[in-house]
């Protein structure tokens, strides 16, 4: 079976920085997301890692280590509006099955 | 450019009715289409996935069915509905190649209660 872990709920204070892990196991690797969930919506798009190392997207980087099956979130400079789920999702079988894991609920702090 | 697009948004339902959540996809050609559901509090949950049509998927053994009688329609059906279809449905598709490194794009969710 597939199994990716985050922790479930993480708070932080606005301004500070904070990094959600995930770590998988799966059946198959053709990449790793992740989204931004806020209550109530759909998710969107956060972020993409394929090759290990880090991708960096404004105030957002990724970081992937396929050996250790491992990946981060790092959100610098936390603002209000980034209080969300944040999902660690893989991809499997050349991108027919996405499998997501349950989630870590953000709480920003003022 | 492309669009996504699912309904109802919401709907009660008592136990035993049927269900249909219509999705639609616009902009673009044979893409993979996904059905979630995510029970509250919990993660996405994949249903079913479809690489074309009259080709689904199921990932979870269920009294939920899905079609794809179009390239850019998927439906999700139940004839009857159980307390615990009650959720956040959510449609989606990503790019139809064999190598797709292409993220997923998420319809507005339709929250489906049944009482």
């Known amino acids: 079976g597939q199994n990716i872990d985050q922790p479930t709920e993480m708070t932080a204070t606005e301004g500070a920085i904070v990094q959600i892990n995930c770590t998988y196991q799966?059946?198959?690797?053709?990449?790793l997301f992740w989204y931004q969930q806020h209550a109530g919506e759909a998710p969107t798009f956060l972020s993409y890692n394929v090759l290990d190392g880090l991708e960096e997207k404004g105030r957002f980087s990724s970081f992937l280590s396929r050996s250790k099956g491992y990946s981060y979130l790092l959100l610098k400079e936390l603002q209000m509006k980034d209080s969300a789920s944040y999902l660690c999702?893989?991809?499997?079988?050349?991108?027919?099955?996405?499998?997501f894991g349950p989630g870590t609920r953000l709480s920003v702090l003022p | 450019s492309q669009t996504i697009h699912q309904w109802p948004a919401t709907l009660v339902q008592p136990v035993g009715s049927p269900l249909s959540l219509e999705c639609t996809v616009e902009g673009t050609s044979n893409p993979n289409l996904y059905w979630y559901r995510q029970a509250a509090g919990r993660g996405l949950q994949l249903l079913f996935y479809?690489?074309?049509?009259?080709?689904i998927s199921s990932e979870v053994p269920q009294n939920l069915s899905a079609s794809r009688p179009q390239d850019r329609q998927f439906i999700l059906s139940s004839k009857k509905l159980l307390l615990s279809d009650s959720g956040f449905y959510l449609c989606a598709w990503s790019v139809g190649t064999m190598i797709n490194t292409g993220e997923l794009f998420f319809g507005e969710g339709s929250r489906l209660t049944v009482l």
């Open positions: 999702a893989v991809i499997l079988n050349y991108g027919q099955n996405f499998v």
């Open positions: 479809s690489v074309g049509i009259g080709q």
């Open positions: 799966t059946s198959g690797f053709n990449g």
